[in-house]
């Protein structure tokens, strides 16, 4: 029998180059980011993408700005030939990103005891190695999510009389769910939640309307009770995990994101009750249909922009898994 390696272990030995040779473990690496497209710049606006003019296959995505730019490329020449290099102007929290505590400032009415003030709050910069690596503990909740969009051809609806992914729903990530794995929250870990909204993603458009992936802000994604209950088992445990991930929107469901007006009041539950605990978030994942199929222990490696100051970043984000022959 193989012994199983600790993600530090595996994550270190990487590190030093000599992963085959000391351990003998085989690795596979499973992208979890989806591509972010470009288009070039308006020519009314140079700061505006001129959605007429997307880099290669670009299509819009929806997001909470507009679409990333990236300018033509300066030459450099040398007798040989030239080098080629451009810019890009982005929006830190654009496609597949990680979020920094930072992200969120509480008012006092939504600071919790032992909340961590918002100035002793870690930006991007900040993020230490250990908090952007970790154990994975997959919840997937996919075939209830594919159970509900059943009843409507397989197609998300914004109207949840005709696909319901309210937080009452079966169809998204509930406190049950949750405390299923408690026994395998420990410090350090992140929780993945898989709900298989990733087919959504490349909707063809930027509109929160008419896209399917956002759907009016009626998609699955972590409800509040599950945040709660993430909580809980932090504080009956007395640990930290390092966050939560998703292949949805906003890591909150859409009725979580919403809240109870249109004013967003008591909305965002992950984002208000985590960053304030110093827990991260990583939104927009994918392939994580591939990521469920693996039997041995998977970590998480979120490949984040080391910028001042930052509030988070587009991300690449990668899953190491060992191979399912040696985790026996």
């Not at 029998?1 to 690795?27: D, N």
């Not at 080629?84 to 496609?95: D, K, M, P, R, T």
Request: glycine letters at 8%; charged letters at 20%.
């Amino acid at each position: 029998m193989k012994k199983l390696l600790t993600t530090a272990a595996i994550l270190a030995s990487i590190s030093a180059g000599s992963i085959h040779a000391k351990t003998q473990v085989e690795l596979s690496f499973i992208d979890l980011s989806h591509p972010i497209p470009t288009f070039a710049p308006s020519t009314e606006d140079a700061t505006k993408p001129d959605l007429s003019r997307p880099i290669a296959n670009s299509t819009p995505i929806a997001g909470f700005y507009h679409q990333a730019v990236l300018y033509p490329v300066d030459k450099w020449a040398t007798n040989q030939g030239h080098f080629e290099s451009g810019a890009i102007l982005i929006q830190e929290h654009n496609g597949t990103s990680f979020n920094a505590p930072n992200h969120y400032w509480n008012n006092e009415q939504s600071a919790e005891t032992s909340a961590i003030p918002f100035a002793e709050r870690k930006a991007a910069h900040q993020l230490t190695t250990a908090q952007l690596t970790g154990d994975i503990v997959l919840i997937d909740v996919s075939q209830r999510v594919e159970k509900e969009l059943k009843k409507n051809g397989g197609n998300p609806s914004p109207d949840t009389s005709v696909t319901d992914f309210s937080d009452s729903s079966q169809a998204t990530i509930r406190a049950a769910d949750i405390r299923a794995v408690a026994d395998q929250i420990k410090d350090g870990v992140w929780l993945v939640g898989r709900v298989g909204w990733e087919q959504f993603y490349f909707s063809g458009t930027e509109d929160w309307d008419q896209s399917r992936y956002v759907n009016s802000l009626n998609h699955p994604g972590f409800s509040a009770e599950a945040i709660e209950e993430i909580i809980k088992i932090m504080d009956e445990k007395q640990i930290k995990i390092s966050g939560i991930a998703a292949d949805s929107f906003s890591t909150d469901s859409g009725q979580g994101a919403k809240g109870t007006d249109d004013k967003w009041s008591n909305a965002w539950p992950a984002h208000v009750r985590l960053y304030q605990r110093d827990v991260l978030i990583v939104e927009n994942l994918t392939n994580l249909g591939e990521l469920s199929q693996h039997q041995g222990q998977c970590s998480l490696m979120v490949g984040a922009l080391n910028h001042v100051g930052g509030t988070g970043g587009p991300a690449r984000v990668m899953a190491v898994c060992q191979a399912d022959d040696t985790a026996s």
